[in-house]
Structure formats: C-alpha cells, structure tokens
C-alpha cells in the first residue's frame, strides 16, 4: 500500500496556515471546481490522483492539508497507526481557504463542489453548513459513521444534525454493503436525518464492495470496474446538479442498495 504523499514542492500555500495540492486544465474560461478532502492518512498518493483525475475532466481540483498545522509524527499518520481528529473549526478554516483560493484563480462560483473521503466524509456538510455557495457535496463512505454523532465537545461543539439541518447543497453518498466502518444501518439513519430536514440527496449501496474500494493504493480493498463505475457517477451527479436538476425551490431523494437478504454487518473485517 502506497502511502507517500507527493513531493512537498507540489504544494502550495491556499492560505493562511493551509497547503494543498492543484491541478487543472489549461483554459481561460471560469472552471467548475472539486475540493477534494482527503482521507485520515493525510494528503497522500490516492487523494493527488483524485486531484489530477478531476483536472482532466475540466474541474479546477484542490485538495487541503487538512494536517497542516499538525505537529504531530506525519509518518504514523500516513501508515494509519495514528488518527488525527480535526476539529470541526479546523475543516471550516481549510476548506475555505480552498474555496476562497479557487474563487482568485478562476473559478465558476456557481460550480463548487466539495468531496469528502471516508474519516473526511462529513466534511462537505461542516462547510455547506456555513457557507451557502457550495452547489453539490459528495460523500464516499464516510461521514454516517458513529462517531459524527457523538455529544457535542470542543472539536465538534454543534450537534451532526444541527449542521445536516443548515446545508444548501444535494449531496451523493456512494457506499459499500461489506463497508466495517460505515454499515448500511449509518447510511439508514443519516438518509433519515436529511429526509427530515427536506435535504435532497441521492445514495447508492453497493453490493459486495468493501470500505475503501476506490483506492487503488490498497490492492486488498480496491475494485477497479466498480471504482470506475463510481467515479462516473460522481461525475454525473455534478453534471445534473450544475445543469439545474437539484433547483432549491424542491426536494429530491434518490435511494438505491443492491445487499443480501441476510445482511449482517458483523460478519465483515478489515482489509488490508
């Protein structure tokens, strides 16, 4: 498993106190834009090629350091021994000066979208909740799990559901049947909070598929025909919401899961 992150060279400095990684298309035109939150490993070789896979699909893509003030053993981080916990503040503070980064450099402000990996997967929701500018938020298995719905404490000092209550943007949820972090019971109970806040939405479950099986870093978990799949399906969901399909004056939930009859989230474990 590769997780070295690119070159400290290819960063640069989106803000105050963030650093990040960019890559776009040559054009003159205003350019839809991605802000890609990486996973708890850090900014690492996945979260880059994501960047660089959205560039040359026309987005202006960044990904923030969302550990660029950590001070912490980076390597620990990047193997997976060591989890950081981001405070809520924190994700605010990056991703936007990502976005604000953006706006200075070419941007379509009415095309920013925000994706939120695994452990960052409630991270588009933390910034659409304060800033009403972003137009689609994407979550790839993250952000129903346990943990987003913990008492408020100084990291996370307003409920998960406040934040759900105060977005703007649909959001797309990819999941995964065989997922040991986020089980179809997370995904159930956070398709009901946004449904009782009149949040749009659209969420697949796959079946058979494993946490992290767009990652193709991780040679036990990725699934390279179902990870394309995925991919497009991102793209297609930002096509439909820049093309006016998710207007803010209705409500649309879009539900599809493909599991087992006999679904149990006990029976699955850990990949390599």
């Given amino acids: 498993m590769d997780m070295s992150a690119f070159p400290a060279g290819n960063l640069i ?35 880059c090629d994501l960047v660089q896979r959205f560039a040359a699909c026309g987005y202006l893509a960044i990904a923030p350091d969302f550990y660029s003030d950590y001070d912490g053993d980076v390597e620990a981080v990047k193997r997976g021994d060591v989890t950081v916990d981001v405070a809520d503040a924190t994700v605010q503070h990056h991703l936007g000066a990502a976005l604000d980064w953006a706006l200075k450099n070419g941007a379509d402000r009415e095309r920013l979208n925000v994706v939120g990996i695994c452990l960052s997967g409630s991270y588009p929701l933390l910034i659409n909740a304060v800033r009403h500018d972003i137009a689609a938020s994407v979550i790839l298995y993250g952000g129903a799990q346990t943990k987003e719905w913990r008492e408020p404490d ?37 398709r009901e909070v946004l449904e009782r806040n009149r949040k749009s939405y659209s969420f697949r479950v796959w079946r058979d598929m494993p946490h ?22 991102v793209l297609e969901f930002l096509d439909q919401v820049h093309a006016g399909a998710y207007p803010a004056d209705k409500v649309r939930w879009d539900f599809s899961s493909d599991i087992r009859p006999d679904y149990d989230p006990g029976i699955f474990t850990r990949l390599a």
């Fill in 154 to 190: 100084e990291k996370r000092p307003a409920p998960y559901e406040d934040t759900i209550a105060a977005i703007t943007a649909p959001v797309l949820g990819v999941w995964a049947e065989a997922d040991w972090v986020s089980s179809v019971y997370d995904v159930l109970r956070l």
């Fill in 13 to 47: 400095d989106l803000g105050p106190a963030t650093q990040g990684f960019v890559s776009a298309a040559e054009s003159t035109r205003p350019k839809p834009v991605v802000v890609i939150c990486h996973e708890r490993y850090g900014l690492v070789k996945h979260t």
């Fill in 212 to 233: 992290g099986w767009l990652n193709d870093t991780m040679p036990g978990r990725y699934r390279h025909r179902e990870s394309e799949q995925a991919f497009l399906s």
